[in-house]
């Protein structure tokens, strides 16, 4: 089949891309970013375009591998702070991105099945326990409420175009090549000789974090499952971990000493706790592989290994 990832390029996309990949299909992507021929193919990406998410873009990747069978939208705002400071750029790259997809999916590959990754930012604050798919969605980001908005869109698209559809809301996505948040930013100040590690809020915080491996399985699980009924799913392990675990583990993973500590000042709205209710993917036989705690261990492994070659090349 030919395969269409916009966002191929990002952490989440290349991963994507080299799962289908390995299933013989034809990948090709779109999105920001030039990218050597070599590197792409590397990931199993066959044709690459660098650009926005528009009509004309996909109409060139289309005459160059074909109308795609699947569609895996990966594109689009990436996190909460900066929708803060950008709330229209998020919404441009979040609303305005999904809105063209759709459109030229209904008017150029009607029977293509769409796959988008959402995000559990959609829930909000306030839960307690694991979160289901039925949970209200009560978002209190412009991240979180422009995801939303996409996924209407997806609904509107399924229910008055038959499009196929489905929707993965992602929780704390994690692995090599993620070069922000949490676990990037302790292991850069870790490397700069920081012994203690301090940290934001309790440490008590829950969240669900899913290991980047297993985000391309599901990603690949889900859009064989598009249906008109629009098909949503939680993208999590249902293991409540806290932030504190996390930081101890990836502490204990870097050696030399370190430690951490919270200051108990927690940013607005930041939900203390965010895990996934996995009973659906679950009874449809999506089984995540990697445990948090090899996974922690295993993005040290990688940074440590980046940072050297860095270092080898005068980079850093």
């Not at 990002?10 to 992507?29: H, K, Y």
């Not at 009607?110 to 949970?135: C, D, K, L, N």
Request: glycine share 12%.
């Amino acid at each position: 089949m030919t395969i269409f990832i916009t966002g191929a390029k990002g952490f989440i996309g290349r991963f994507t891309a080299r799962e289908f990949a390995r299933s013989g299909e034809l990948v090709a992507g779109l999105g920001h970013g030039a990218w050597a021929e070599s590197e792409h193919q590397a990931w199993g990406v066959h044709d690459w375009r660098n650009g926005d998410v528009t009509h004309a873009n996909l109409d060139a990747l289309a005459f160059s591998v074909g109308i795609p069978e699947i569609v895996v939208h990966l594109a689009g705002g990436s996190s909460v702070g900066p929708s803060f400071a950008q709330p229209a750029e998020d919404f441009h790259r979040s609303v305005v991105a999904i809105s063209e997809l759709l459109e030229w999916v209904r008017l150029r590959a009607p029977q293509a099945r769409v796959v988008m990754a959402s995000s559990a930012a959609v829930y909000g604050a306030g839960h307690t326990g694991p979160i289901s798919e039925s949970s209200a969605c009560t978002p209190f980001s412009p991240y979180g409420f422009h995801k939303r908005m996409a996924e209407i869109l997806l609904e509107s698209y399924a229910a008055n175009f038959g499009l196929r559809v489905a929707i993965v809301r992602l929780f704390s996505v994690y692995g090599p090549g993620l070069r922000k948040q949490l676990l990037w930013d302790a292991c850069t100040r870790l490397a700069h000789g920081a012994q203690v590690l301090e940290l934001g809020g309790s440490g008590k915080e829950l969240r669900d974090w899913l290991h980047v491996s297993d985000v391309a399985r599901l990603m690949v699980w889900a859009a064989q499952r598009a249906s008109s009924r629009v098909e949503l799913v939680n993208g999590g392990t249902g293991v409540a971990t806290s932030v504190r675990s996390i930081a101890g583990q990836l502490c204990a993973a870097w050696g030399e000493g370190c430690s951490v500590v919270f200051n108990g000042r927690a940013r607005a709205g930041d939900p203390q706790q965010l895990v996934a209710d996995v009973a659906r993917a679950s009874a449809e036989g999506f089984t995540p592989s990697m445990a948090w705690q090899e996974g922690i261990n295993a993005y040290v492994q990688w940074f440590r290994e980046q940072r050297a070659g860095a270092m080898s090349k005068g980079d850093a």
